[in-house]
């Protein structure tokens, strides 16, 4: 049985829709992840699966049951917020402890409840810690404990990691995903930055403007977008504009904007002369070719070095710049020098353009 579904959900504020009949199953024990950029229903969707708001219309349910008419104290999930809202005036273990008094557990049974969702989080006892002595991952992983401790079906997660630097983020990542495995409950992951979804996540459902425009594993994704709004959005891509010169069977030849042409595999069915976005991934790149519909010329503008995630930012003839990711490649060129970067046809897909 799936521990959360979602119906046809739709939510209005006056004339606005926020959320325009979303529908997603959400396996027992997954880690699930909804990712999509500022405004585009996300949060409002949470809400509503916590019980801050009420759905319009469509259906909530949890272990199979329907939830909707429940106030969120009555529904077995649990939220963590970006800004965690521990209690500064109580310590740890009184944080972990409240919902606990609250639910009117018994007083004598609660000290061992905490000791050992402690243990789980990894921080054994840190019970009579200040909040304010705890570093940010710290907080975090208490954040979780407090709602871990009450045996939620499912965790609902709300951008938790927004507020950390760059580096503790990366490691809480890891650590989140370890945290999911380890107390074996259902995890749903709202988040705008890709790579915290495709990183964590068992299934990915990308959003945008109150819809779903995929879900699917990281992976599907990432290889086989079923959008250009996916295609843009999740990973690194190189776009271009034009419309479609000619149909190769499941190729197509684009005229772009700029000048110059591209050959490419349309992950839809197109006509000629339909207007086209094309993307292309910075590692689809390599240096060198000379077929016209599958090479461009530039020069090189920036070398930008990150290790095994070193780029060339390469400007064409029109202008445009276009990113190679190949830290081996990077190696051998040199800013200000003329080179051509080539692509198989089949790794630059291409989808029709879309209004917004």
């Known amino acids: 049985m799936d521990d959360l579904n979602c119906a046809n959900l739709v939510k ?23 990712l999509g950029p500022s405004g585009c229903g996300k949060t409002t969707l949470m809400r509503m699966i916590a019980g801050f708001e009420a759905p319009t219309s469509g259906d909530i349910k949890i272990k199979g049951e329907s939830v909707v008419s429940l106030p969120p104290n009555r529904r077995n999930v649990k939220m963590v917020f970006q800004h965690l809202a521990l209690f ?3 310590n740890v273990g009184e944080n972990i ?25 990894g921080l054994p006892g840190v019970q009579e810690k200040q909040i304010g002595q705890l570093s940010g991952g710290q907080k975090q992983r208490i954040a979780i404990a407090r709602c871990m401790v009450l045996e ?15 580096k503790l983020r990366e490691h809480m990542k890891i650590e989140l995903k370890q945290l999911q495995h380890r107390f074996e409950t259902t995890f749903l992951y709202i988040t705008h930055d890709q790579s915290e979804a495709l990183v964590m996540s068992d299934k990915v459902a990308v959003m945008n403007a109150g819809r779903f425009e995929q879900i699917g594993t990281p992976k599907e994704l990432y290889d086989a977008p079923a959008s250009g709004f996916v295609a843009g959005f999740v990973g690194d891509s190189n776009r271009f504009s034009g419309k479609i010169a000619d149909v190769r069977g ?10 110059g042409q591209m050959l490419g595999e349309m992950a839809e069915p197109l006509q000629k002369n339909a207007p086209v976005d094309i993307f292309v991934r910075p ?13 461009l010329s530039g020069t090189v503008d920036s070398l930008l070095f990150n290790g095994a995630n070193s780029r060339v930012l390469v400007r064409t003839g029109t202008g445009e710049l276009v990113e190679m990711a190949d830290a081996m490649q990077a190696s051998g060129v040199s800013e200000g020098a003329k080179i051509d970067l080539s692509w198989q046809p089949e790794r630059a897909r291409i989808f029709a353009q879309r209004a917004g």
């Open 250 to 259: 499941s190729q197509a030849l684009i005229e772009l904007d700029g000048g």
């Open 283 to 295: 590692e689809a790149l390599t240096i060198g070719g000379n077929e016209p519909a599958t090479t």
């Open 152 to 166: 939620p079906d499912v965790l609902l997660l709300d951008e938790p990691l927004g507020a950390l630097d760059l």
């Open 97 to 121: 402890a409240y919902g606990l008094r609250c639910r009117g557990d018994n007083k004598a049974d609660i000290p061992a409840k905490v000791a050992r969702v402690l243990e789980r989080v």
């Open 12 to 34: 209005k504020f006056g004339d606005f829709t926020a959320v325009s009949g979303v529908s997603l199953d959400v396996p027992a024990g997954s880690f699930y992840s909804i």
């Open 88 to 90: 500064p005036m109580m």
